[in-house]
């Protein structure tokens, strides 16, 4: 198996211009989680999906953000427009709810930096 | 809103040595889970406790939980080199035990 597969794996952008970042999880995992990771706010849930059904989006810091899951298998964050307070490591990770298990999976997150 | 505080915030010890840390947590939490996270890369699983487990052990890993206390313990028996790290811990409430909440993690150095 793959893992959790996150692109790109550095981004570099200037202020104003919109940010894509994209995800595609374990396949047969039916969760799917976006976190920001910083020094100052650590690691923070912004958004997770379920059978690629938005479930909990509060952890969205504005309408800047938003987050997409057109399939089982792929899943976007995207920031428009972005600002250099963004910059920061976003993580995606994937859970499966069978087997009743609650551990996710992380892929090697995407660094953003925004001048 | 980081709930779980792991104590102490760096430790450093020598190879062979066991290393403890510890987490703390406001809510009632279904499930406890502690993760690995090397420098640059993403975070690794390494053990799950369900609220009503008291203790729990995989390979060199044992982890503790104290639900009266909200607290729970992750010792790492024998250190390795390769154990430096950063490890945090992660709680899962009661109301929604898949949503975890992340501590803000403790970074352990063994020396060799």
């Known amino acids: 198996d793959a893992g959790v597969i996150q692109s790109p794996r550095h981004e570099v952008t200037e202020m104003g211009q919109e940010v894509t970042l994209r995800c595609k999880p374990i396949?047969?995992?039916?969760?799917l989680f976006w976190y920001r990771q910083t020094m100052m706010r650590g690691l923070e849930l912004l958004i997770y999906f379920n059978n690629n059904v938005p479930i909990d989006d509060s952890g969205m810091p504005e309408d800047r953000f938003s987050a997409k899951m057109p399939n089982a298998s792929f899943s976007t964050l995207k920031i428009q427009p972005s600002e250099p307070r963004d910059s920061a490591v976003y993580f995606c990770a994937s859970s499966a709810s069978s087997g009743g298990s609650y551990e996710q999976y992380f892929g090697p997150g995407t660094r953003l930096t925004v001048t | 809103s980081q709930q779980g505080e792991e104590d102490p915030q760096a430790l450093s010890i020598q190879e062979g040595e066991n290393a403890t840390m510890n987490c703390s947590y406001k809510t009632s939490i279904n499930n406890l889970q502690w993760y690995r996270q090397n420098s640059g890369r993403g975070l690794v699983h390494l053990i799950l406790?369900?609220?009503?487990?008291r203790e729990k052990h995989s390979g060199r890993l044992r982890v503790t939980l104290d639900t009266s206390k909200k607290s729970s313990s992750l010792l790492i028996t024998a250190s390795r080199a390769a154990d430096t790290a950063s490890y945090f811990c992660?709680?899962?409430?009661?109301?929604?035990?898949?949503?975890?909440?992340f501590g803000s993690g403790t970074q352990l150095t063994v020396l060799p």
């Open positions: 396949s047969g995992h039916d969760y």
């Open positions: 992660a709680t899962g409430s009661s109301g929604s035990a898949r949503q975890l909440t």
């Open positions: 406790i369900r609220s009503n487990e």
